[in-house]
T-cell receptor, first 115, second 113 residues
Framework: NAGVTQTPKFQVLKTGQSMTLQCAQDMNHEYMSWYRQDPGMGLRLIHYSVGAGITDQGEVPNGYNVSRSTTEDFPLRLLSAAPSQTSVYFC??????????????FGPGTRLTVT | GQQLNQSPQSMFIQEGEDVSMNCTSSSIFNTWLWYKQDPGEGPVLLIALYKAGELTSNGRLTAQFGITRKDSFLNISASIPSDVGIYFCAGQLTRGGADGLTFGKGTHLIIQP
């Protein structure tokens, strides 16, 4: 049981490039989320999903797209990277109700630098 | 969006001391959680609180869900070197929803030798 895994661990992009951050979980969790963490800040929610085929926007969704074709995977796409997207990105998952869906389990993060 | 005010921002303590940190909000939260983050890692859940007034312990950690539902505190007793890290409070606004957590900005705990 690997929990929540994220790839890559580190990434450097040039402004305007696109890329996909991968997230997978093997706990059969329905709920998955993406957060970004900037220096001196807490984590801010980008997008979340309550199950395959269902996604919704969080607090800071601009510049990011998501899709959820399977329960296990929840990729985050940057369509045209900007320096303001330099951050550490965390994926999280949690079981659906009546499970403790608010107890989110986080992956190790992807450190992204956009030059 | 919603904000959680977490204090202090950082703490410099001696090994063996007790630690106390808290989180306040202008909004009512249905669930409070406390996470710890080590350098280069994702946050790890320490304690989850589900009811106003609830007091919960996890080893040397104790956390309480404020009666007003607008605050929570975390205490660490007899600190040890591995307690070093950033502690985040987080709140869940909607019961039955999955619209993510609202996080505080963190308390950076530093233990002086």
């Amino acid at each position: 049981n690997a929990g929540v895994t994220q790839t890559p661990k580190f990434q450097v992009l040039k402004t305007g490039q696109s890329m996909t951050l991968q997230c997978a979980q093997d706990m059969n969790h329905e709920y998955m989320s993406w957060y970004r963490q900037d220096p001196g800040m807490g984590l801010r929610l980008i997008h979340y999903s309550v199950g395959a085929g269902i996604t919704d926007q969080g607090e800071v969704p601009n510049g990011y797209n998501v899709s959820r074709s399977t329960t296990e995977d929840f990729p985050l796409r940057l369509l045209s990277a900007a320096p303001s997207q330099t951050s550490v990105y965390f994926c999280a998952s949690s079981p659906p109700p009546p499970g403790k869906f608010y107890e989110q389990y986080f992956g190790p993060g992807t450190r992204l630098t956009v030059t | 969006g919603q904000q959680l005010n977490q204090s202090p921002q950082s703490m410099f303590i001696q090994e063996g001391e007790d630690v106390s940190m808290n989180c306040t909000s202008s909004s009512i939260f249905n669930t409070w959680l406390w996470y710890k983050q080590d350098p280069g890692e994702g946050p790890v859940l320490l304690i989850a609180l589900y009811k106003a007034g609830e007091l919960t312990s996890n080893g040397r950690l104790t956390a309480q869900f404020g009666i007003t539902r607008k605050d929570s505190f975390l205490n660490i007793s007899a600190s040890i070197p591995s307690d070093v890290g950033i502690y985040f409070c987080a709140g869940q606004l909607t019961r039955g929803g999955a619209d993510g957590l609202t996080f505080g900005k963190g308390t950076h705990l530093i233990i002086q030798p």
